[in-house]
């Protein structure tokens, strides 16, 4: 079982529409998490982290269940341009190293 | 502000020749710093990590090493390229937001071993 998990999709909606993507992780012990996104053939960008309480930025809305293992991120009013591949992230707050574990990431397709 | 630099952009070369990549970070003090390799429609592999100048752990047994001469500067080397070694490199630094750390990538180097 992969530690992170999330649907491949692809996710195909048009401009204007709420659309969410679920991700879950195994280890109960991780401590950070986020979401980045990938453009194709591009690196990944730092979306947003996810807080406890949840956070919202613009239409981008993340929440976190701890209880579930369960991460969600939610975006409004979907426009042409949010197309892309978004990672789920999770850190395990493993000492000084900073390393996270990716998701293999959602495919989000906007079409006009 | 922080920025980071790889080198070259695409790469395209022989099996059995070798490999050198370099990562440099601008803006920033004693970074943590990763090599990730993306391969073709999959996810993102952590290779290397380095916590401070000379530090580096390995992530999965295999071909390439990695090297940190300098504070900011982090390397990727192969002694000899093999087919399964394709893919999109890429190189991250981060930074302590207390218990968090956000991970910052460069542009990546798309390497095709022929």
């Known amino acids: 079982r992969k530690e992170v998990e999330q649907d491949p999709g692809p996710f195909n909606v048009p401009e204007g529409a709420t659309v969410a993507f679920n991700c879950t992780y195994s280890?109960?012990?991780?401590?950070?998490f986020f979401w980045y996104r990938q453009d194709c053939r591009k690196e990944p960008k730092l979306l947003m982290s996810?807080?406890?309480s949840g956070n919202e930025d613009g239409r981008f809305t993340a929440q976190l269940n701890r209880a579930s293992q369960y991460i969600s991120l939610l975006i409004r009013d979907s426009k042409l341009s949010d197309s892309a591949t978004y990672l789920c992230v999770v850190s395990h707050g493993s000492g000084n190293t900073g390393k996270l574990i990716f998701g293999q990431g959602t495919t989000l397709q906007v079409k006009p | 502000s922080q920025t980071i630099h790889q080198w070259p952009a695409t790469l395209v070369q022989p099996v059995g020749s070798p490999l050198s990549l370099e990562c440099t970070v601008e803006?920033?003090?004693?970074?943590?710093l990763y090599w990730y390799r993306q391969a073709a429609g999959r996810g993102l592999q952590l290779l290397f990590y380095?916590?401070?100048?000379?530090?580096i752990s390995s992530e999965v047994p295999q071909n390439l090493s990695a090297s940190r001469p300098q504070d900011r500067q982090f390397i990727l080397s192969s002694k000899k390229l093999l087919l399964s070694d394709s893919g999109f490199y890429l190189c991250?630094?981060?930074?302590?937001?207390?218990?968090?750390?956000?991970?910052?990538f460069g542009p990546g180097t798309r390497l095709t071993v022929t």
């Open positions: 380095s916590v401070g100048i000379g530090q």
């Open positions: 280890n109960s012990a991780s401590q950070s």
């Open positions: 803006g920033t003090s004693n970074p943590n």
């Open positions: 996810v807080y406890s």
């Open positions: 991250a630094w981060s930074v302590s937001r207390g218990y968090s750390y956000e991970q910052y």
